[in-house]
C-alpha cells in the first residue's frame, strides 16, 4: 500500500469515527472516536518500534499520517506508558470497542467493499503496522503485528462482524440481541499499583534489625538510623509538652536500578508506623503509568485517587524523573506533579512522599520546580554493590530457595559477580542482575538434572560449575 493510499484509508477510518461520535456513544468520555482511534494507531507504531535509541523514523511516520509531531522524549515516554506494561499485545484498542458497539447496535452500514466497519478499522491497523514494518523490517516486528491483528481479528469474529456481505448494507450481528449489552467500552484499569501493609506483629526493634540485616547499603543504614533517631526525639519532646522542631520526613532515594531503594522504603513505612509518624503504615509504590492518563483533564484525578489510597501512610514514586522529563510542557506528567504538591501541602500530616530514580535524573527532576525543592530536602544515596556484597546477595537467594554451591560453582560464582561489579554497562541492575543469573542457575541445573537417572534431595538442592557458568564463559 502506497502512503498516498494509507492516507485516503486513515480519512476514511476518521469518517466513521466521525459518526459514531455524532450518534452519541461517547459522550461520557470527553473525547471523540477520532481522537481516541489516532491515539490506539500511534500506540501500535510505539508497540511494535524495536529500542536502538533513535525513534526518528517512527516520529516522522507519526508526523506524516497524524499531523502529531513528537519529541524522541514523548516518543519514548508514550512507548513506555501505554505500551510496555500490561499485556499490550492481547488488548483490545478501546477505539475498536466503540466502533463494534456501535455496530452491534444497528444502522452502521458496510463498506464499499463489503466489510463491516469494525473488520475495515481491524484491516486500518494492520495495514499501518505493515506499512511501518516495510519501512523497518524485522522478525520481531512481523510477530507481533502478526499476533496483535490476530486478537482484533478474534475480537470482532465474537460477535458476528468478521464475515463480508454486500456493500452499504445494514449490518445485522448473528448473535442475540444481548450482545450489545456485553461489549465492554470502558477503559481497562491494570493495577500495577502496589500495596506494602504493616505487620502489627513485628516489632521496631525487629523492623529495625531487618534493616541493617540489608546487604551493604551502609551510608543508607545510617542516615535512616539518623531520622528515626530524629522522630524518636521528636515523640519525647511532644510528651514533654515542649516545642517540636519541623521535621520533613519527604525523602529523594537516588541511585541505580537494583539497589535496594523499593525494599527499603517497604521496611521504613513499618517503622514510620510503629514510631506513630504515620496513622495506618501501608506503602503505596507506583510509577507514572499509575498516575498519569493521556486524555487532558483526567491525570489529576486519577493522581488524586492514588493520593488518597496513600494517605495515612508512604506513597512511593518510582522513576518520578519521567513525571517532568518533557520541558515543552506537552506532557501531562506536570499535571500530577501540580496535583501531588498542592496534596502534600493539603494533607501535610497525613502523607509521607519518597521518590525515587537515578541520582541525576532525580538532581534534574527537583530542581525543575522551586515546590519540589522546597518539600524535598532530604537525600538518601543508594550506591551499587560491590562484588562481594553480590555474591553474598546471591548466596542469601540460594538459602531461600534452597539451593547450595558447591565449592567450585561458589568459586566461579564470586569471581564472576566481582567482574562484574567492575566491569559493567550503565544498564547494569546490581541485585536485579543477580536474580536474572540465579534464574539462569536454576534453568541450566533442571537441564542438567532430567538427564540423570538418579535424583535425590541434594542432587536437587545442589548447584554444580555447570550450573553456574554462563554461556559466553564456558
Do not use: W
Not at 459514531?20 to 481522537?35: E, F, K, P
Not at 521496611?267 to 508506623?273: C, R, V
Not at 547450595?404 to 559477580?417: H, T
Request: negative net charge; proline residues 2%.
Amino acid at each position: 500500500m502506497s502512503d498516498a493510499t494509507l492516507k485516503l484509508t486513515l480519512q476514511e477510518a476518521f469518517k466513521y469515527s466521525d459518526t459514531v461520535t455524532n450518534r452519541g456513544y461517547l459522550a461520557d468520555t470527553g473525547m471523540t472516536l477520532r481522537d481516541m482511534l489516532k491515539f490506539d494507531l500511534i500506540k501500535l507504531i510505539c508497540f511494535l518500534y524495536e529500542v536502538d535509541g533513535n525513534p526518528t523514523d517512527e516520529i516522522v511516520l507519526i508526523t506524516q499520517f497524524f499531523n502529531m509531531p513528537l519529541t524522541k522524549e514523548q516518543f519514548v515516554s508514550l512507548r513506555y506508558d501505554y505500551c510496555m506494561k500490561g499485556d499490550f499485545i492481547n488488548t483490545v484498542p478501546r477505539s475498536l470497542t466503540y466502533f463494534v458497539k456501535a455496530e452491534l447496535d444497528g444502522g452502521m452500514r458496510r463498506t464499499m467493499k463489503g466489510l463491516t466497519v469494525s473488520r475495515f478499522i481491524v484491516e486500518v491497523f494492520s495495514e499501518l503496522g505493515r506499512e511501518y514494518i516495510a519501512k523497518k523490517s524485522s522478525v520481531t516486528k512481523l510477530a507481533n503485528l502478526s499476533n496483535y491483528s490476530l486478537t482484533l481479528v478474534n475480537y470482532i469474529k465474537q460477535y458476528g462482524l468478521y464475515n463480508s456481505g454486500k456493500p452499504g448494507e445494514i449490518i445485522e450481528p448473528k448473535q442475540d440481541s444481548d450482545m450489545i449489552k456485553k461489549v465492554d467500552v470502558t477503559p481497562k484499569k491494570e493495577n500495577t499499583v502496589k500495596v506494602t501493609e504493616p505487620e502489627d506483629e513485628t516489632t521496631l526493634e525487629e523492623l529495625m534489625e531487618q534493616l541493617n540485616a540489608l546487604v551493604g547499603l551502609k551510608a543508607v543504614k545510617q542516615d535512616l538510623t539518623n531520622i528515626i533517631n530524629l522522630v524518636k526525639v521528636k515523640k519525647l519532646r511532644e510528651e514533654h509538652e515542649m516545642k517540636q522542631p519541623e521535621l520533613s520526613l519527604h525523602l529523594v532515594f537516588s541511585g541505580n536500578p537494583g539497589t535496594g531503594k523499593t525494599t527499603v522504603a517497604r521496611l521504613l513505612a513499618k517503622i514510620y508506623h510503629k514510631l506513630g509518624v504515620v496513622r495506618t503504615g501501608q506503602l503505596v509504590e507506583v510509577d507514572r503509568s499509575d498516575l498519569v492518563v493521556g486524555y487532558i483533564g483526567q491525570t489529576a484525578t486519577k493522581t488524586s485517587e492514588v493520593i488518597d489510597s496513600a494517605l495515612g501512610g508512604v506513597l512511593f514514586i518510582d522513576e518520578a524523573y519521567t513525571l517532568t522529563a518533557h520541558k515543552d510542557g506537552k506532557d501531562f506528567g506536570q499535571e500530577a506533579v501540580d496535583t501531588l504538591l498542592k496534596r502534600m501541602e493539603d494533607d501535610r500530616d497525613d502523607l509521607i512522599v519518597i521518590v525515587a530514580g537515578y541520582t541525576e535524573l532525580m538532581q534534574e527532576f527537583i530542581e525543575s520546580n522551586p515546590g519540589l525543592e522546597s518539600r524535598f530536602n532530604k537525600y538518601i544515596f543508594f550506591q551499587d554493590y560491590t562484588g562481594e556484597e553480590l555474591y553474598e546477595i546471591f548466596l542469601s537467594m540460594c538459602k531461600r530457595q534452597e539451593y547450595e554451591p558447591d565449592d567450585k560453582a561458589k568459586k566461579y560464582v564470586k569471581e564472576y559477580l566481582v567482574d562484574k561489579a567492575l566491569n559493567h554497562d550503565e544498564n547494569f541492575a546490581n541485585a536485579r542482575e543477580v536474580r536474572n543469573y540465579m534464574e539462569r542457575c536454576i534453568s541450566r541445573q533442571a537441564t542438567r538434572i532430567v538427564t540423570l537417572k538418579k535424583v535425590n534431595a541434594d542432587t536437587l538442592r545442589t548447584f554444580t560449575i555447570e550450573d553456574v557458568t554462563e554461556e559466553s564463559e564456558e
